[in-house]
């Protein structure tokens, strides 16, 4: 689908110079001299290398629409995270650098969203929140204000992350994947 470059906004998808960008930062200029113009911030879907563009107000530009499936991850296998198709059961592997940071959240019979393009797998995005056990947290220091300080913890997927500390061994917890922050106690 052809959109003019006025209305590129950050998260769309555009198919440009035969790959596909993510727009991360758009800036829309009227220079004292010359046409407008949009400067423009890509991110590879593929391969991660970054762009800045420009592009005149008039040009044209193919915004792509990538397909939304839901996926169950089953198990690792090596550097490749074996995924589910929810609806025919077909079996996708994909190298764990896909999902970078976020791969060390992943459990048994999660449910996942992926991005696809043409059958191709270009991104997969967790629960913004999953509960996790702490295997091993700090003591708590004597004087220390309950406001303001926090003390280092292991989870059992082994991400280390900051708690309040009245939290401790033992104690399940909600941690935002995305930011590897504490949000609360388990119910």
Known sequence: M???AVEIKPGNILEY?????????????QPGKGGAYMQVELK?????????????SA???EKVR?????FQFL???GDNLVFMDKETYDQVTLPSDLLGDAAAFLQDGMDVVMEMYDEEALSVALPDQIEATVVEAD????GQTASSSYKPAILDNGV???????????????????????????D
């Not at 110079?17 to 200029?29: P, S």
């Not at 990538?66 to 839901?70: A, F, I, P, S």
């Not at 708690?163 to 388990?186: H, L, N």
């Open 2 to 4: 052809k959109i003019n």
């Open 17 to 29: 110079e035969n790959g596909l960008w993510r727009v991360v930062k758009t800036a829309h200029t």
């Open 44 to 56: 590879n879907l593929r391969d991660g290398r970054k762009n800045n563009i420009r592009f005149r």
């Open 59 to 61: 040009e044209s530009v």
């Open 66 to 70: 990538l397909d939304q499936k839901d």
């Open 75 to 77: 198990y690792a296998e």
């Open 139 to 142: 003591a708590v220091v004597k």
């Open 160 to 186: 280390r992350v900051m708690v309040p500390p009245f939290i401790s061994a033992g104690t399940r917890i909600v941690v935002d994947v995305y930011e590897r922050e504490y949000v609360k106690k388990a």
